[in-house]
Nanobody, 124 residues
Framework: QVQLVESGGGLVQAGGSLRLSCTAS????????AAWFRQAPGKEREFVAG????????TYADSVKGRFTISRDNAKNTVSLQMNSLKPEDTAVYYC?????????????????WGQGTQVTVSS
């Protein structure tokens, strides 16, 4: 079992930055792929960014490429999402997710462990 706790959400003006963190319990975090998803009101949950177990591979949604950076520190059991140049359309609840071997980074159904979510609101 892995438990995930996100932090770092909040209210920011367009063009600003936020850093989200997700801390995992358990000793197997380093063996899990990690990802961030988000869900805006009335919309489906969507992939934002993913990172491999070692951190050598990262992938991003086109909508955030060049603005967001995902990273992980396996010694601290954390995965982070640095969000720069935020836009109002980035407003959503952001979720951290991990799984040992998802068949796809991009499909939320492949992840068995989820955090509770943290709200990010970007004002125009």
């Amino acid at each position: 079992q892995v438990q995930l706790v996100e932090s770092g959400g909040g209210l920011v003006q367009a063009g600003g930055s936020l850093r989200l963190s997700c801390t995992a319990s358990g000793r197997t975090f380093s063996r899990n792929v990690a990802a961030w998803f988000r869900q805006a009101p009335g919309k489906e949950r969507e992939f934002v960014a993913g990172i491999s177990q070692s951190g050598r591979f990262t992938t991003y949604a086109d909508s955030v490429k060049g603005r967001f950076t995902i990273s992980r520190d396996n010694a601290k059991n954390t995965v982070s999402l640095q969000m720069n140049s935020l836009k109002p359309e980035d407003t959503a609840v952001y979720y951290c997710a991990v799984d040992f071997s998802p068949r796809s980074y991009y499909d939320s159904r492949e992840y068995n462990y989820w955090g509770q979510g943290t709200q990010v609101t970007v004002s125009s």
